[in-house]
């Protein structure tokens, strides 16, 4: 079983809320008394932005929905609410760090715990495959994203960073975190977000899925995106530069909107599994999300809302219901090489 989180800012709240229900009714239908970790539910959970924040919080730090809706929420207090002034970017790196390091030493008992599990203690619990996305500072042109892995791959291997460096290299962005730099001297780089790459990382989920696991097969494909974007236009009198230090507002908020826009994946992948039954499933609010402003972490409440008269509308209960029987039976429905929608 295989899922992945958009990036949305605070928006990553609504994918929480999403998953929360699906794990509510998986609950139900394995007559358990709790709700499961998505940890031992999903074989491999990706993400970018936030939503790589809250894949890692899942998958390698095994947290619980009720354990991350809390630490979300108290993230956006202590990390998004002290603006920048005079600077290209809008929040403080150092508070991020700061409270990341301090959530992974709650859970694991070391700040500077690595990404990667080992394998010795992998093999004493279930092994929740996961990665984040970022681009190479240096090289946007490919728009091909860098992942950090919890696991070693045959081939295109990641750096075993500090689980902090992987959420500060996935969560810069011009208008919120400055760049981080990871490495050892001589072969460091330096890492932005997936601003101008991948948001959705639906492709880098089919292509993993085929790495990692070339003789398996997949009985189901979870997407949670975070919230429909608006209609994206360029300003006519705006010729944008990405590195520029300082760009306009106007232009970043619209660079920030095209980013956001993870329709067009999530699009193409519906397309291309519509005649697989019961495989691929896309959450994600229809209305409500769009006009959310500069102020969007104080926002909370309105993502809870237009979340929740989502998961009502007649439509996604019936996805709902579907993606929990799917992931209750664990049945094969594609084999992971036919998966792959690029070149692995």
């Keep these: 079983m295989f899922g992945w989180v958009d990036d949305g800012g605070a928006r990553g709240l609504s994918e929480i809320l999403i998953l929360q229900e ?36 899942l998958g390698r730090l095994r947290m619980s929905i009720e354990d991350i809706l809390p630490v979300y929420a108290d993230l956006a207090k202590k990390v998004f609410r002290d603006v ?7 929040f403080k790196a150092t508070n991020l760090e700061r409270e990341i390091k301090r959530i992974v030493k709650q859970t694991l008992g070391d700040e500077d715990a690595r990404m990667m599990l080992g394998q010795a203690a992998s093999q004493l619990q279930k092994d929740c495959k996961t990665f984040v996305c970022a681009m190479a500072g240096h090289n946007l042109n490919d728009g091909i994203p860098r992942l950090f892995r919890t696991y070693t791959t045959t ?16 969560m810069a962005d011009p208008t919120f975190f400055r760049s981080i730099t990871i490495g050892t001297p001589g072969s460091s780089e330096n890492y932005i977000g997936t601003i101008m790459g991948r948001r959705n990382p639906i492709l880098e989920v089919l292509q993993e899925c085929s790495l990692v696991y070339p003789d398996k097969s997949v009985g189901c ?13 360029l300003p006519s009198n705006r010729r944008p530069t ?25 699009e193409e992948t519906a397309r291309r599994y519509e005649r697989t039954e ?39 209960d019936t996805k709902l219901g ?5 992931l209750h039976s664990g049945k094969p429905v594609i084999a992971t090489a036919n998966m792959c929608m690029s070149p692995c």
Aim: glycine share 10%; hydrophobic share 40%.
């Design 322 to 326: 579907s993606a929990a029987e799917n």
């Design 242 to 266: 990405f590195l520029k230090p300082l760009l306009p507002d106007d232009v970043l908020d619209t660079m920030r909107r095209i980013a956001l826009d993870c329709g067009r994946n999530a």
């Design 155 to 170: 081939k295109y291997p990641s750096p075993n960073c500090a689980i902090w460096e992987a959420i500060r290299a996935t």
């Design 278 to 316: 019961n495989l691929y499933y896309r959450f994600d609010v229809e209305q409500g999300m769009q006009n959310l402003g500069r102020k969007e972490w104080e926002e909370l409440s309105s993502v809870t809302s237009h979340t929740q008269q989502y998961l009502k509308l007649s439509g996604t």
């Design 84 to 90: 920048k002034s005079g600077s290209g970017e809008k």
């Design 22 to 57: 699906i794990m509510h009714r998986l609950m139900v239908a394995r007559n358990l008394s709790e709700m499961p970790l998505p940890c031992e539910v999903f074989d491999l959970i990706g993400g970018s932005g936030t939503g790589g924040l809250i894949a890692l919080f």
């Design 221 to 233: 494909i979870v997407s949670i995106g975070a919230g429909k974007a608006a209609t994206i236009a």
